[in-house]
Nanobody
Framework: QLQLVESGGGLVQPGGSLRLSCAASGSPLRNYAIGWIRQAPGKEREGVSCISSSGSSTNYADSVKGRFTISRDNAKNTVYLQMNSLKPEDAAVYYC????????????????WGQGTQVTVSS
């Protein structure tokens, strides 16, 4: 049973940066593709970024391209989301999620989810 724990969220001013981490336990993370998904109050979940199990393939939502970078360190069982040039509209709860079967990045079907970490972007 894979368990995921996100960390790194917090309050940041517009234009600032945060790095989210998704730490896995219970199973080797290298077996899973990982996605970062966010949900703001009153809005639907949005797929932000995803990375293949090997890390060789990454995808981003248009809204974050050029500002966010997803990466993984399978030796550390951790996936990261570096978020730069943050905007107020990036504020949301950010979840990491894992799946064994590769799917399009926009498909929010995952086998395991973390509990989420809050990102607030405000001056």
């Amino acid at each position: 049973q894979l368990q995921l724990v996100e960390s790194g969220g917090g309050l940041v001013q517009p234009g600032g940066s945060l790095r989210l981490s998704c730490a896995a336990s219970g199973s080797p993370l290298r077996n899973y593709a990982i996605g970062w998904i966010r949900q703001a109050p009153g809005k639907e979940r949005e797929g932000v970024s995803c990375i293949s199990s090997s890390g060789s393939s990454t995808n981003y939502a248009d809204s974050v391209k050029g500002r966010f970078t997803i990466s993984r360190d399978n030796a550390k069982n951790t996936v990261y989301l570096q978020m730069n040039s943050l905007k107020p509209e990036d504020a949301a709860v950010y979840y990491c999620a894992a799946r064994r079967i590769p799917r399009p990045c926009t498909t929010l079907i995952f086998d395991y989810w973390g509990q989420g970490t809050q990102v607030t972007v405000s001056s």
